[in-house]
């Protein structure tokens, strides 16, 4: 069974910091990874989607990287402004599946 | 990306009652839906697996007369909880599966107390 974990829990930076949130999962066999937002009380946003066969993804102050054969992904947020506070989810689908397995998340608090 | 509606966005009900939860998938024709529950600064667990026109595929320890789903056309899933207790309080989430783009879109989310 797919494990996601992610680590730290929680991180508080000031303002303009660059932000680094670590994702593991304990099968390499994966489809593709996704990096989602969920602000406190609401649903998912996706915000970026990496394939298997992708090294990384790139969306304006966002970049996620992807090492499969070591089961990591890492998502680096660029700058930090008191809005990209919210909990970060990452989901790893499996070959040959559609579920997702979803890590706990780490809560992001900016600070202005 | 796509857009998924759920209704209602928050409900209390007293226990023993039973609620419904609609998941709407708006501009896509969506025949595998996925309804997930989230406790408080928990990840998402998976529930069950909602395909249209069949009956739902639930996941382990998850309780399918309590939880009753219907997948009745290609843009519309339902989860009923059933005899709701305090223990089912929690944030439900459903997903609609698009084939064109092969991802899962989020709807926003349904709070459900039970007092």
């Known amino acids: 069974k797919q494990e996601v974990t992610q680590i730290p829990a929680a991180l508080s930076v000031p303002e303009g910091e660059n932000l680094v949130l670590n994702c593991s999962f304990t099968?390499?066999?994966?489809?593709?990874l996704q990096w989602f937002r969920q602000d406190p009380g609401k649903g998912l946003t996706s915000l970026l989607l990496?394939?298997?066969?992708?090294r990384e993804q790139t969306s304006g102050r966002l970049n996620a990287s992807l090492d499969k054969s070591s089961g990591r992904s890492t998502l680096y947020i660029a700058a930090s402004q008191p809005g990209d506070s919210a909990t970060y989810l990452c989901?790893?689908?499996?070959?040959?599946?559609?579920?997702?397995?979803f890590g706990a998340g780490t809560t992001v608090t900016v600070r202005a | 990306g796509a857009v998924v509606s759920q209704h209602p966005s928050w409900v209390i009900c007293k226990s023993g009652t039973s609620v419904k939860i609609e998941c709407r998938s708006l501009?896509?024709?969506?025949?595998?839906m996925f309804w997930y529950r989230q406790f408080p600064k928990q990840s998402l667990m998976l529930m069950a697996t909602?395909?249209?026109?069949?009956?739902?595929?639930?996941e382990q320890g998850v309780e399918k007369d309590k939880f009753l789903i219907n997948h009745a056309s290609l843009t519309l899933s339902t989860l009923t909880v059933t005899s709701a207790h305090p223990e089912d309080s929690s944030f439900y989430i459903c997903?609609?599966?698009?084939?064109?783009?092969?991802?899962?879109?989020f709807g926003p989310g349904t709070r459900l107390t039970v007092l």
């Open positions: 989901a790893v689908r499996e070959s040959n599946d559609y579920k997702l397995s």
């Open positions: 099968d390499s066999a994966i489809y593709n």
């Open positions: 990496i394939q298997s066969s992708q």
């Open positions: 501009d896509f024709q969506a025949t595998t």
């Open positions: 909602s395909n249209e026109g069949s009956k739902a595929t639930y």
């Open positions: 997903s609609s599966w698009d084939r064109g783009s092969d991802e899962q879109f």
